[in-house]
Nanobody
Framework: VQLQASGGGLVQAGGSLRVSCAAS????????MGWFRQAPGKEREFVAA????????YYADSVKGRFTISRDNAKNTVYLQMNSLKPEDTAVYYC?????????????????WGQGTLVTVSS
């Protein structure tokens, strides 16, 4: 499975951005998908996840109410809509595949990772 993340960039605090992750080489509709992020000097952390059908979603407390994860199985793509961005959201954002389909919240539960896309939020 190959994952290609895109859509990162520079945005002012309070602004919005949507990042995307296109998958190929597998059966996307079977997979749970997750977004993680890694800020400079910090560990990679869970952001959001979605089950194979899109029926279940999960969020880190730090982004709940501001970020929305969604998927389009016809396009083999998962999205992360980020609103009310804060400087502390600055990080490289990675998408990942959970082959069980659940869309879990722990980094070790994910099998394939994309290359990441950088999101920078200026104050």
């Amino acid at each position: 499975v190959q994952l290609q993340a895109s859509g990162g960039g520079l945005v002012q605090a309070g602004g919005s951005l949507r990042v995307s992750c296109a998958a190929s080489g597998g059966t996307f509709s079977n997979y749970g998908m997750g977004w993680f992020r890694q800020a400079p000097g910090k560990e990679r952390e869970f952001v959001a996840a979605i089950s194979w059908s899109g029926g279940s979603t999960y969020y880190a407390d730090s982004v709940k109410g501001r970020f929305t994860i969604s998927r389009d199985n016809a396009k083999n793509t998962v999205y992360l809509q980020m609103n009310s961005l804060k400087p502390e959201d600055t990080a490289v954002y990675y998408c990942a595949v959970d082959r069980t389909g659940w869309g879990r919240t722990t980094r070790g539960d994910y099998d394939y990772w994309g290359q990441g896309t950088l999101v920078t939020v200026s104050s």
